[in-house]
């Protein structure tokens, strides 16, 4: 058995893959995954398409973190902890927290807030119910709580959604003349 390969001789096909991942772990060197969610933040919403959803663009590598994240868009509603969230991932919050932003590239608390924007973007789309009703159904604390994570994360107002989205669907809608 040789020195340089502890489990045997691989077989010759892996070479190719080391040296590629060696490459793509070199200093400097990004994966097309961190570009990915400022690209898609850039882009404008495309019509007569779904918006892509936020859990696939969170992309965890774990099954702990992404059991955090189905239980996170699950409970949107209530406030959601730290420790909640790596109670439910079975980690230490610390541990979490670090595993999280590893895998997520942020923190626990944006990703929380993504979700919630996304909820509240899509109840919105629906116009059905009103920014108080929605603010409350995404667990936002209150209209303007909301409003400032809508600025934060999609760089418009709650209202500028709601009225973009009417247009939308007023330019879909055949008119009957």
């Not at 899509?122 to 920014?131: F, P, V």
């Amino acid at each position: 058995m040789s020195s340089t390969a502890p489990y045997g001789r691989q077989p010759a096909w892996w070479r190719p893959l080391i040296s590629l991942w060696r490459w793509s772990m070199r200093p400097g060197r990004r994966c097309r995954a961190h570009r990915r969610p400022q690209a898609r933040a850039l882009s404008p919403p495309r019509r007569g398409q779904p918006q892509l959803s936020t859990l696939l663009e969170l992309e965890p590598k774990s099954d702990r973190i992404q059991r955090a994240l189905d239980y996170a868009s699950r409970n949107l509603k209530r406030p959601l902890s730290i420790n909640e969230l790596a109670a439910v991932a079975y980690l230490s919050p610390r541990q979490f927290s670090r595993a999280f932003r590893a895998e997520t590239g942020r923190s626990p608390a944006k990703a929380v807030e993504q979700l919630r924007v996304e909820a509240a973007r899509l109840l919105m789309e629906q116009g059905r119910h009103s920014m108080d009703v929605i603010a409350d159904e995404t667990g936002f604390a209150d209209r303007e709580r909301m409003r400032q994570a809508f600025l934060r994360t999609l760089g418009q107002a709650p209202q500028m959604v709601r009225r973009s989205a009417r247009n939308l669907r007023a330019a879909a809608s055949p008119t009957m003349s």
